[in-house]
């Protein structure tokens, strides 16, 4: 059984930083592409961080610079750090991964950035 489940979100100031993490269990996760989304209150949910198995990131303009993902396949891990956080980045965020053509999301973790 393939779970995912993120943790680190929480409220913080504009400017400020968090770091989520995303434990995978069920899967082979050193061979996954893994993903960061986020979806905003009304909002279509959005990909803002891609690592594939030979750690090469990528991100969309809007968080370029401020979002870093990593991954540690000792411990099935993935991570997505947040730097230089705007009110605008408050959403939901999710950790995702395709697997034998199914797709797999945690429950998500929200991220405030409010002063």
């Known amino acids: 059984q393939v779970q995912l489940v993120e943790s680190g979100g929480g409220l913080v100031q504009p400017g400020g930083s968090l770091r989520l993490s995303c434990a995978v269990s069920g899967i082979s996760f050193s061979s996954q592409f893994m993903n960061w989304y986020r979806q905003a209150p009304g909002e279509q949910r959005e990909l803002v961080a891609v690592i594939t198995s030979t750690n090469i990131a990528s991100y969309p303009d809007s968080v370029r610079g401020r979002f870093t993902i990593s991954r540690d396949n000792a411990k099935n891990t993935v991570y997505l750090q947040l730097n230089s956080l705007k009110p605008e980045d408050t959403a939901v965020y999710y950790c995702?991964?395709?697997?034998?053509?199914?797709?797999?999301w945690g429950p998500g973790t929200q991220v405030t950035v409010s002063s």
């Open positions: 995702n991964t395709r697997y034998l053509s199914n797709e797999y």
